[in-house]
């Protein structure tokens, strides 16, 4: 008795999809609801943006990194400027121009701060430092 009936809903079943092609595919499990779809990207948008907030954060601490690693490089520079001085018989003094260390540094550049806005100073006691409070060492 059991086995006819499911048969007979099989039938139907059967019957319904091949006589009106329009209401299976509405009735269909097949694919995505409209909440499923507005969860998925949801999630999608929240994960993006920690990742961008993340992003922005590793980039400015990266551009402070360099921008630190640039000062001692200058403030190497200013040491080897003071000590080229002395060895020529001069008085101890450090640069007060950035153009001064140039010949200091290899290559043959001077090391800016990396942040806009931003400027490495050259300290009277040979210290560098920046002008953005993040970056100073100083
Ligand atoms: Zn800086």
Redesign the pocket.
Same mark, same amino acid.
């Given at each position: 008795m059991q086995a006819e009936r499911n048969s007979n809903h099989k039938m139907k079943l059967h019957r319904r999809s091949t006589t009106r092609p329009w209401v299976n595919s509405l009735c269909s499990k097949v694919g995505f609801t409209l909440l499923e779809l507005v969860l998925a990207i949801t999630i999608v948008g929240i994960l993006s943006a920690v990742a961008y907030a993340k992003y922005i954060n590793l980039s400015h601490s990266a551009k402070t990194a360099t $921008?630190k690693a640039n000062q001692m490089t200058l403030e190497s520079a200013q040491r080897m400027f003071y000590a080229k001085r002395c060895a020529a018989g001069l008085p101890g003094a450090y640069a007060e121009d950035k153009a001064d260390l140039e010949e200091f540094l290899l290559p043959r550049y001077i090391p800016e701060?990396?942040?806009d806005g931003?400027e490495?100073i050259l300290l009277p006691n040979g210290a560098v430092s $920046?002008?953005?409070p993040s970056?100073a060492r100083h």
């Open positions: $921008c701060c990396t942040e931003g490495i $920046c002008s953005l970056h």
